[in-house]
């Protein structure tokens, strides 16, 4: 019984579910340091089949990456975007960015840049679960690219269905 009880349910997640789930994690945050968090159409109408307890950490991983930086770099209008490029989901903020001496090191177990709260290990738990799905995440680094100046990552999802 305890072996049928904590077996993950793969199922279908869209875009718009991912959306909402982190909107909600993240709203009095956001809403308190004045964060604009948009999805678009494209994004909203993505899905993927696999577990959510796979995925949903990794949207809240990059987005609270994201949270950090914009606050921290005191940027103006802050601003997140969940969007979808070509065959790649694209979450991108408008923050400082990754240096590109970083850009190597970014999945690696235990890099961080974070002064506070940092323990470099969101990015590669990150990429992990995504693997375990047969899925590809990497930082976008060419500008032309990017969906805003800040950070951007890009996943390809194994079987997901986009629709542009």
Do not use: C
């Not at 590669?124 to 995440?137: E, P």
């Amino acid at each position: 019984p305890l072996r049928m009880a904590g077996r993950p349910q793969p199922r279908n997640i869209g875009g718009d579910y991912i959306y909402e789930y982190v909107s909600e994690f993240f709203g009095r945050v956001m809403s308190a340091n004045s964060i604009d968090l948009v999805a678009t159409q494209s994004f909203k109408r993505f899905s993927v089949f696999d577990q959510p307890s796979r995925l949903l950490p990794v949207f809240v991983n990059l987005i609270n990456n994201s949270i950090y930086w914009l606050i921290n770099g005191y940027v103006e209008k802050p601003r997140i975007v969940l969007d979808v490029s070509g065959a790649e989901v694209i979450v991108a903020d408008n923050g400082p960015g990754v240096d590109e001496i970083d850009t190597k090191r970014l999945f690696s177990l235990f890099f961080t840049r974070k002064i506070e709260g940092g323990r470099g290990v969101g990015l590669y738990l990150s990429q992990a679960n995504l693997a375990a799905g047969g899925h590809v995440i990497r930082y976008v680094q060419d500008d032309d690219s990017k969906i805003l100046s800040g950070a951007n990552f890009a996943i390809k999802f194994r079987g997901a269905n986009i629709n542009e």
